[in-house]
């Protein structure tokens, strides 16, 4: 299997060549044409994956592995010989879960698996008993039908299952309005289905983030599923939740920045950032362990090539991202002096399916850019540009400090039934496409640093229009942002 995937790529990697002999050659055209064979190679990306994720593991933000994670990217830039350092920055909270339980009495007794929320809160710790009610799927009438049998109760929310990045969306968009439904009618905590098949488990982000006050549950689809039947068939149940989660106050955590210095604009930036952070019931490879080693690949093979393009790369491993976006937020503060000279952040953070094309964040400017700088890798597409700001990611503090910013927009793939959950391991990323998708970061990042630009970093007002006449206060709303762009501690300054 991996064999024959190795000889496609090699037939990609001469069809390519073929097609660039044909073309006038400049110096930097040949050094792009270079660097995308190289990284169609055979190189260490998948053995960095692999001791990323089954040697390393989970590593949220807070935890000793996350650490190691820091540790281990540091180690990986400079064993390529490019210079690369540790970067403090503040997460706002510790957040961790020790355990989690319930156990279902009354009219039925048996003990579904569940997993803590981010930032769900700690029950006491012989646990929390309430009655378990039917909260459908959390809309303004199930909250009605249910009255005053809400207060006080564990609401169970019914989920459609999650298969792909449209679900993923809705879930986070439905989520600020369900929680809010919930804790306005007096529930004691909320506790979803899981949107994954089975026994499968994963880290449902609480719409409110740090804010949360509540203890929030994801309970295994076959087990919530038996207490709405019987719910619905006239039972009643109680559940005893014992959660136990480790918080904390403010805590210093790190990026890993690796850099290649630029020849004739050194004093000027491109930015490559993935997040090395993950959530640590599954081991984090397609959420973001895959694009973590693209990241580390590129810079190794930029430097064993000697290739310098004219302005200066940063190849970033953001932490935290899990929890809020809070490195690439952190890279912002520490480099807030060299954000007039960043001429492009991108984010890479859909696992392993491939790259059709780039969002570039409400600036028609960067479409023409981009699509310029996937010339050298046509070959490899088709690519669509979608020139929509896009929240989610660690492009978020560079759009709304007017940064020029890329997401890259892959197909969905396998990414939305593994995300966050159990089963976000290794043997899901897909290396030969992963391979291809790190041709095409080389081909977008290379050309960023060397073409001409036609535009600045945008300002206040700008960012302010961008806001107004776009989805992306709505989107901000429903990751929990929109506050801090609101009371001014994130975005640019007027
Ligand atoms: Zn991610």
Sequence with gaps: MRKSGMLALRIVTSLFLCAAAGAPIYAQEADVTRLVAAMLGDTPLTDDLRALTDEIGGRITGSATNL???DW??????????????????????????????????????????????????????????????????????????????KGAFALIETHELLDLDGLFREYNEAVGIEQRAFAAGVAGVVYMSSRPHNLLYRHNASLGVKNKHPMLVMERDAALRCLRLLRAGKSLTMTATIDVATGPAYESYNVVGEI????????????????????????????????????????????????????????????????????????????????????????????????????????????ATEKALTPVEGLGPFMQIDAPIVGTDNFDFMMEGVGNLVANQESANYGPNYHAGSDTFDKVDLKQLRINAAIAAAVTYGFATMEVNWKRQTRAEVEKLVNSTDLGAQMRSFGLWEMWQDGSRGRKP
């Excluded at 048996?110 to 459908?136: C, E, H, Q, W, Y």
């Excluded at 909250?143 to 049998?149: A, E, I, K, T, V």
């Excluded at 001429?343 to 479409?367: H, K, Q």
């Design 68 to 70: 190691r994670s820091v």
């Design 73 to 150: 990217g540091l180690e990986r830039f400079r064993a390529a010989g490019v210079e690369a350092k540790k970067e403090a920055f503040t997460m706002p909270a510790l957040w961790l879960e020790k355990s989690s339980s319930v156990i279902i009495e009354g009219d039925a007794s048996f003990k579904p698996n569940v997993v803590a929320m981010p930032f769900s809160i700690s029950t006491p710790v012989r646990g929390l008993t309430a009655p378990l009610v039917d909260g459908g799927f959390g809309s303004e009438q199930d909250f009605q039908r249910l009255g005053n049998d809400a």
């Design 261 to 368: 210095k630029g020849t004739l604009k050194s004093e000027e930036f491109v930015v490559i950032g993935a997040h090395l952070d993950s959530w640590e019931i599954g081991q984090g490879a397609l959420d973001n362990g895959c694009n973590v080693a693209l990241v580390i690949d590129l810079a190794r093979q930029m430097k064993r090539l000697g290739l310098r393009p004219l302005r200066t790369i940063r190849f970033a491993l953001f932490n935290g991202e899990e929890q809020g976006l809070n490195g690439s937020w952190g890279y912002c503060k520490t480099h807030a002096d060299e954000l007039d000279r960043t001429v492009m952040a991108s984010s890479y953070d859909i696992g392993s399916g491939r790259i059709i094309g780039f969002f570039t964040g409400g600036r028609p400017e960067l479409v023409s």
